[in-house]
């Protein structure tokens, strides 16, 4: 532990850690000796802390690397996304699934916005997005929307432009 100049201790980041998984295994254990039989559901709470704790070692860090960022988004919306399902089903992940497609998308471009400043990367991600974006329309909304393809295709090649000239 570290000690603070008024004298107090002050955890350290694995004692910060060690004491939230404590407070969460005490959480579940009450969950299950009371045959609660809900807590359960919220598993993907914890890989949202996983998301958080990447963007905070991001933030932490002199050196900024841009994939901290772009991990921990994709694993907060898989949380997200995760968590939807436990309190629906998990058979709709069936038409939810282009849903990780847009994810990596996001993070993607989280890591262009917030780090590396490539293009190329800026462009991948809005691929990924565009092509997310169609497998949900063609394969969870309407089998006739294929061609959508073309036309996101074609925007993203347009921010791609107007961000390269910029």
Known sequence: MAIQKSGGKKLSSYGRLGVLLAAIGTVLAIDTMADLSFLYKLWPLLCAILGIGFIGIY??????????????????????????????????????WPAFILLLGIAMISGFIFG??????????????????????????????WWSIFILAGFSFLIFDRVRRS
């Not at 293009?119 to 691929?127: D, R």
């Open 59 to 96: 933030l932490q860090r002199s050196r900024r690397e841009s994939a901290y960022i772009g991990v921990g988004s994709f694993i907060i919306g898989f949380s997200g996304l995760a968590l939807y399902c436990n309190f629906t089903s998990w058979g709709i992940l069936a038409s939810l």
């Open 116 to 145: 590396n400043r490539r293009p190329a990367i800026l462009l991948t991600g809005l691929l990924f997005i565009s092509l997310g974006a169609v497998f949900f329309m063609v394969f969870s909304f309407n089998r006739h929307l």
